[in-house]
């Protein structure tokens, strides 16, 4: 296997889309316990969310095609081995998320497929593309997000339909990121990573960064460690909120 080196500008752009999602995190808490009343889901709310789960999902594609790139052996059962177990391990995640969020909102719009879902999720279907030609992904991409827009609006009362992007008419969730249009993304994503970092090197030339000087350093520090901190900062983001709520009283 190669030697696994990091990319400080993947990890760069991971940390600062963590950061991104903690941003919106803490104005959903503060919306939820009355501080302030933002529209979160219209606007320049949902823009920013958007960019944040779109920054997310590319980089997710690139680290798939790079993964791929470093396993000497790219046989299927060697490709479903490594992303299967990872994708495992994802999905486990995404359950605790799912049952946490069930928890603390009372059944009321608790993430039932969100990011972390998807991810999971993509890193099995990943398995038939990352092997494939840039252009296939591309096209299956454009092709998958093209259906999300054609489909949308359609509802079903199946978990699979929501799963696709059908979810039933009054389905209500604080995080929703369906199969269809987002896996599009992902697939852009390996392809962009076919593109860039061609045999999982770097192919391009970097712009003059200091990587090692702050703030740039610390983005690159939270990429590194993105899953950790999308699992605790809501915990700590609440419980701040909660102890300032106790102390205010």
């Given at each position: 296997m190669q030697n696994a080196v990091r990319f400080p500008e993947i990890d760069l752009l991971r940390g600062i889309a963590i950061v991104m999602m903690a941003i919106f995190h803490f104005m959903f808490d503060l919306n939820y316990f009355g501080f302030v009343s933002v529209e979160l889901y219209q606007g320049v709310w949902?823009?920013?969310?958007?960019?944040?789960?779109?920054?997310?999902?590319?980089?997710?594609?690139?680290?798939?095609?790079?993964?791929?790139?470093?396993?000497?052996?790219?046989?299927?059962?060697?490709?479903?081995?490594?992303?299967?177990?990872?994708?495992?391990?994802?999905?486990?995640?995404s359950v605790l998320i799912t049952i946490g969020t069930y928890v603390f909102l009372n059944g009321q719009g608790f993430v039932v497929f969100g990011i972390i879902h998807l991810i999971a999720l993509s890193m099995l279907l990943s398995i038939l593309f990352v092997g494939q030609n840039k252009f296939v992904n591309l096209v299956a991409g454009l092709a998958i997000i093209s259906i999300g827009f054609l489909i949308y609006g359609i509802t079903t009362n199946s978990l699979l339909g929501l799963v696709l992007g059908l979810p039933s008419a009054n389905f209500y969730t604080i995080d929703y990121v369906p199969l269809f249009p987002y896996f599009g993304i992902v697939l852009i994503g390996i392809f962009m990573g076919k593109t860039l970092y061609a045999n999982g090197q770097r192919v391009f030339t970097l712009p003059k960064i200091n990587f090692d000087f702050p703030p740039t350093s610390y983005f690159i520090d939270l990429g590194k460690n993105s899953l950790l901190i999308y699992l605790v900062h809501q915990p700590i983001i609440i419980g701040l909120i909660l102890l300032f709520i106790r102390l205010k009283s």
């Open positions: 949902l823009i920013f969310q958007r960019i944040t789960i779109t920054l997310f999902l590319l980089l997710a594609g690139v680290s798939l095609h790079i993964s791929y790139e470093r396993l000497e052996d790219k046989s299927f059962a060697t490709v479903f081995a490594k992303f299967g177990k990872r994708s495992a391990f994802l999905f486990a995640v």
